[in-house]
């Protein structure tokens, strides 16, 4: 199965870069070498080709650098489309759309004005994260011994397996149950049978609840811990009260199991400075766990992602120093910060302010040939409209089916969207649109109004 969505996204990913022709192959609905067909599904030979059913008579044109750019005269309309429906009464659109082959930007709608951006938010976060850390970066979780003591030692992996890790997964790629066996081995090796267990969870420091979140946002983050059981497996469905803890107590379970008698209950404490490594486990690498943080946008682990971020720019592992270290990469790496506020990684925060044209910054460097790894990995982690993630349900039978990769944002009066798409003409545009302050609990239907009138209409923009 995972063979089956690595495809899949990898198909999509392509769509940005090449136009439908991608998306025709992926679904095998043209000749080529990219199939999301099962692996026990018996090839057919000289398959009949098809075009993509997107709502659109034109054929796809493929990238080219020579393709027409659509007028800002264009621009500006979709973009007074959206400030004019119903939806958006009483609300502020924010807008800017760049060309990604020249860097050009081709509608500028307050796009320098910091807004709240919800959840595109998360694209400042992933990028620091990429380019101070690398797409390969893993994370250790360690079983360490001192004396008669196990302490377990938080790495950052918050994705662990209850039990047998999986190779081949992204959540559940390192187990707690190995780490526990595999430390049970090297205590037997030593004469140890008896241990007392303790938790080092100080990878992370202040407090682990966001004060500028609104209360009842409990339900879309967990408290920020730097270890604990997959906590993508329960996103928005309840968290636990104490995950770091809720970890070591499954480690010592399997400890016991392996024929290791644990004393007491686990407490807290850091790992003595001499204390020797007996076993450790690591996570998936960072391209793969942005690719599920993403697509799912996942407040939890972003959250974990910014304080990574911190820990790696020797700042403060608390709230307040993932902002500062995420502003400060974005700094190193040339973008234009004027205008922005970060309080939290996730977006959860309406105090964040973000400019609209903060976003295409990110997204035309990622998108283009200066992107490097950090880039292609961030963009290819993105949802891809009618496809997949936070977009699945999105721009389904409209020309932006398969053509847009975007990360979304809600939040009560809020509603954004900043990503790549390939127009038909193969023009490839970075862009963002920011809605604020609109009827509360209308957040669904700006969403659909910045689909309608601004991302469809991009995304077919017949420039020439």
Request: charged share 15%; net charge negative.
């Given at each position: 199965m995972r063979k089956v969505q690595t495809a899949a996204l990898t198909a999509a990913s392509l769509l940005v870069f090449g136009g439908y022709y991608g998306l025709g192959d992926a679904l095998d609905l043209v000749p080529g070498p990219v199939t999301v067909a099962y692996a026990d599904v018996a090839p057919q030979p000289f398959?009949?080709?098809?075009?993509?059913?997107?709502?659109?008579?034109e054929e796809p044109a493929g990238l080219d650098a020579g393709a027409p750019q659509p007028s800002k005269a264009a621009l500006s309309s979709y973009v007074q489309a959206v400030s004019s429906d119903a939806a958006l009464t009483g609300g502020t659109v924010t807008a800017s759309v760049a060309d990604v082959t020249t860097g050009e930007e081709l509608l500028d709608s307050s796009a320098a004005t910091g807004v709240t951006p919800a959840s595109t938010n998360k694209l400042l976060t992933a990028w620091a994260a990429l380019s101070s850390m690398g797409p390969g970066h893993t994370f250790q979780t360690k079983a360490v011994l001192d004396g008669q003591t196990v302490t377990l030692v938080g790495g950052g992996d918050v994705l662990l397996a209850e039990n047998s890790g999986d190779p081949a997964a992204t959540a559940g790629r390192a187990g707690l149950g190995d780490l526990?066996?595999?430390?049970a081995e090297q205590l037997r090796i030593q004469g140890v049978t008896s241990v007392s267990l303790r938790l080092d969870d100080t990878l992370f420091t202040g407090a682990q609840w966001n004060d500028n979140w609104e209360a009842g946002n409990e339900q879309y983050v967990a408290k920020i811990q730097p270890i604990m059981v997959d906590v993508s497996a329960t996103q928005n469905q309840g968290y636990s009260a104490d995950p770091a803890m809720g970890a070591a107590q499954v480690f010592a379970e399997h400890l016991s199991e392996a024929g290791i008698a644990v004393d007491g209950e686990a407490a807290r404490a850091a790992a003595p400075g001499g204390a020797k490594e007996l076993a450790s486990v690591s996570s998936a690498p960072l391209s793969d766990i942005l690719a599920l943080s993403l697509k799912t946008s996942d407040n939890t682990m972003t959250e974990v992602e910014g304080r990574l971020v911190a820990v790696q720019a020797k700042e403060t592992a608390d709230f307040a120093g993932a902002s500062k270290a995420v502003i400060a990469q974005l700094r190193k790496d040339g973008f234009d910060t004027s205008g922005l506020t970060l309080l939290d990684a996730s977006g959860l925060a309406k105090g964040n302010k973000v400019p609209a044209r903060l976003l295409t910054q990110i997204l035309v460097r990622s998108a283009g040939d200066k992107g490097g790894s950090a880039g292609r990995t961030l963009i290819a982690d993105l949802p891809v409209g009618a496809l997949d993630g936070t977009l699945a349900n999105r721009l389904q039978g409209t020309p932006a089916a398969g053509t847009v990769r975007a990360k979304t944002g809600s939040l009560e009066q809020t509603s954004s969207l900043a990503g790549v798409v390939t127009?038909?003409?193969?023009r490839l545009l970075a862009f963002a649109i920011l809605a604020n302050g609109f009827p509360a609990n209308g957040g669904a239907a700006a969403g659909a109004a910045?689909?309608?009138?601004?991302?469809?209409?991009?995304?077919s923009c017949g420039c020439s």
């Amino acid at each position: 199965m995972r063979k089956v969505q690595t495809a899949a996204l990898t198909a999509a990913s392509l769509l940005v870069f090449g136009g439908y022709y991608g998306l025709g192959d992926a679904l095998d609905l043209v000749p080529g070498p990219v199939t999301v067909a099962y692996a026990d599904v018996a090839p057919q030979p000289f398959p009949t080709p098809a075009g993509p059913s997107v709502g659109t008579t034109e054929e796809p044109a493929g990238l080219d650098a020579g393709a027409p750019q659509p007028s800002k005269a264009a621009l500006s309309s979709y973009v007074q489309a959206v400030s004019s429906d119903a939806a958006l009464t009483g609300g502020t659109v924010t807008a800017s759309v760049a060309d990604v082959t020249t860097g050009e930007e081709l509608l500028d709608s307050s796009a320098a004005t910091g807004v709240t951006p919800a959840s595109t938010n998360k694209l400042l976060t992933a990028w620091a994260a990429l380019s101070s850390m690398g797409p390969g970066h893993t994370f250790q979780t360690k079983a360490v011994l001192d004396g008669q003591t196990v302490t377990l030692v938080g790495g950052g992996d918050v994705l662990l397996a209850e039990n047998s890790g999986d190779p081949a997964a992204t959540a559940g790629r390192a187990g707690l149950g190995d780490l526990a066996r595999a430390a049970a081995e090297q205590l037997r090796i030593q004469g140890v049978t008896s241990v007392s267990l303790r938790l080092d969870d100080t990878l992370f420091t202040g407090a682990q609840w966001n004060d500028n979140w609104e209360a009842g946002n409990e339900q879309y983050v967990a408290k920020i811990q730097p270890i604990m059981v997959d906590v993508s497996a329960t996103q928005n469905q309840g968290y636990s009260a104490d995950p770091a803890m809720g970890a070591a107590q499954v480690f010592a379970e399997h400890l016991s199991e392996a024929g290791i008698a644990v004393d007491g209950e686990a407490a807290r404490a850091a790992a003595p400075g001499g204390a020797k490594e007996l076993a450790s486990v690591s996570s998936a690498p960072l391209s793969d766990i942005l690719a599920l943080s993403l697509k799912t946008s996942d407040n939890t682990m972003t959250e974990v992602e910014g304080r990574l971020v911190a820990v790696q720019a020797k700042e403060t592992a608390d709230f307040a120093g993932a902002s500062k270290a995420v502003i400060a990469q974005l700094r190193k790496d040339g973008f234009d910060t004027s205008g922005l506020t970060l309080l939290d990684a996730s977006g959860l925060a309406k105090g964040n302010k973000v400019p609209a044209r903060l976003l295409t910054q990110i997204l035309v460097r990622s998108a283009g040939d200066k992107g490097g790894s950090a880039g292609r990995t961030l963009i290819a982690d993105l949802p891809v409209g009618a496809l997949d993630g936070t977009l699945a349900n999105r721009l389904q039978g409209t020309p932006a089916a398969g053509t847009v990769r975007a990360k979304t944002g809600s939040l009560e009066q809020t509603s954004s969207l900043a990503g790549v798409v390939t127009t038909v003409d193969g023009r490839l545009l970075a862009f963002a649109i920011l809605a604020n302050g609109f009827p509360a609990n209308g957040g669904a239907a700006a969403g659909a109004a910045i689909d309608n009138h601004f991302v469809t209409p991009l995304a077919s923009c017949g420039c020439s």
